[in-house]
């Protein structure tokens, strides 16, 4: 039923954005996280919806994680599909993984158990010196309007997602409270020149930023 259910809030929401969603996502992995993440690297999108960051981000393996079972007709070829409930087990070997991406997706999980039981899962696969890169909404600012679309359950900021990642293990490294506008799924399409113009200007984020961007390493043994 769960999957039944995002299917249809992913048609409802972004059906018809979807290709500005893809191009706004080929700049923002061109000239920002494509940095981040490096060459050669074996990379998980978690929760990675129609894929629009790991089939575009340069990396030696790929794999997606998701529920919803259409991801799998969005994602290239040499995109690993995991449809799975990502608070189970991951079918990966321990210390198999150099990043978790994810973007958008950890508000969505029903409960902190659930979140906590993600993140142990994503310590576990990460290598020593990997990963782990958290973009979504601040609820610090988007103020009511994170409770908007019905499938968002946990309330967090870039504090309480920094303090989760700490305790699992991870290594906050870079915490940023505003980094994106809040949402592309009832916003005005805007020219995609503007992305890069934002992205190259910190300044411009702490006024329009409704994102937090955290990024965590696991420590080397």
């Keep these: 039923m769960l999957g039944q259910e995002l299917q249809q809030e992913y048609q409802r929401r972004f059906v018809n954005i979807a290709q500005y969603r893809r191009r706004v996502w080929r700049i923002l992995v061109k000239s920002y996280f494509q940095g981040k993440v490096g060459t050669n690297r074996d990379i998980l999108d978690l929760g990675c919806g129609w894929g629009e960051f790991i089939n575009q981000v340069e990396a030696n393996r790929k794999y997606a994680m998701d529920l919803n079972p259409d991801t799998g007709e969005y994602l290239e070829q040499e995109v690993e599909f995991l449809h799975q409930d990502c608070s189970q087990a991951w079918p990966l070997a321990d210390e198999s993984l150099d990043m978790v991406f994810t973007s958008n997706f950890l508000e969505h999980l029903s409960s ?45 900021t870039d504090a309480s997602m920094s303090e989760i990642l700490e305790l699992k293990g991870f290594k906050v490294t870079t915490c940023i409270p505003r980094f994106l506008p809040y949402t592309m799924a009832n916003g005005s399409q805007l020219p995609l020149w503007t992305v890069s113009v934002y992205l190259s200007l910190p300044l411009v984020w702490q006024l329009l930023g409704k994102q937090f961007l955290v990024i965590a390493s696991k420590p080397r043994h």
């Design 112 to 156: 902190k158990e659930s979140l906590s039981q993600t993140l142990s899962e994503a310590y576990r696969c990460v290598k020593p010196g990997g990963k782990i890169v958290c973009l979504g909404p601040n609820l610090k600012y988007t103020g009511g309007a994170y409770w908007d679309f019905f499938d968002h359950h946990l309330p967090l």
